[in-house]
């Protein structure tokens, strides 16, 4: 099994003039009644690989609605998205959720880690079921668990972690099957000031060091502040974006 660094390099460098994410006029409408809510409204956007980028906004300004639908979690009404090149219009729910397990991984705001189980088990759970070398996967998972500073916290279950332990845990859980895309959201929403710190400094050191490529929504300050590319949202649009869509500097 090769080495974390170098399976994502040669993940980001598989098709490097390929954006990563690339969003067109993507619409999604939900009808209540008679009325019709808008939650996305013609979003456009492209990530480079290997860039951090954020979509900030208010509660109900769309930001986890777009997530969502980058990662197929959700269907857009309209508009089309290409993960990694591919029309995901073109695909079936099986493929799409093949190609979700091929190349994106997903961080989650309440952590999503199953309690009964260790860290190290929460990490390998997205491989568990999967033919693979079971000593090459627990070496790999404990290999992500020091990456994220928690190693020596491997044995123990949710329950007895801390929120920014259980965050880095759902981070190293994100990474297990070598994503070129990382969807992470809310990722310091439940975490104080100086956890949320850490989980920002980890995220940005998955795109500066590993060429992971990282998607945030927020609504901290301390994401856009690290991030390479702040996209603001509002009442379902992007309304402004600051920043150059490529990597940030190491």
Known sequence: MTSLTEAAQNGAAASPAEPVVRAEHVWKLHKLGDEVVKALVDATLTVQPGEFACLMGPSGSGKSTLLNIIGGLDRPTKGTVFIDG????ALSESQFAAL??????????????IPFLSAVENVELPLMFEPV?????RRRAMDLLELVGMSHRASHQPAKLSGGEQQRTAIARSLI?????VLADEPTAN???????????LL????????????????????AEEASRVLRMQDGRIVSTTGQPHPPEA
């Open 86 to 89: 591919r029309d995901t219009a």
């Open 177 to 181: 099957g070598q994503p070129r895309l």
């Open 204 to 223: 940005r050191d998955l795109c500066s060091r590993m060429g992971v490529t990282v998607v945030a929504s927020t609504h901290d300050p301390l994401v």
């Open 133 to 137: 070398d079971r000593t090459a996967l």
């Open 191 to 201: 975490l104080d000031q100086r956890t949320g710190a850490v989980v920002v400094r």
């Open 100 to 113: 979700r397990h091929d190349t994106v991984g997903f961080i989650f705001q309440s952590y999503n880690l």
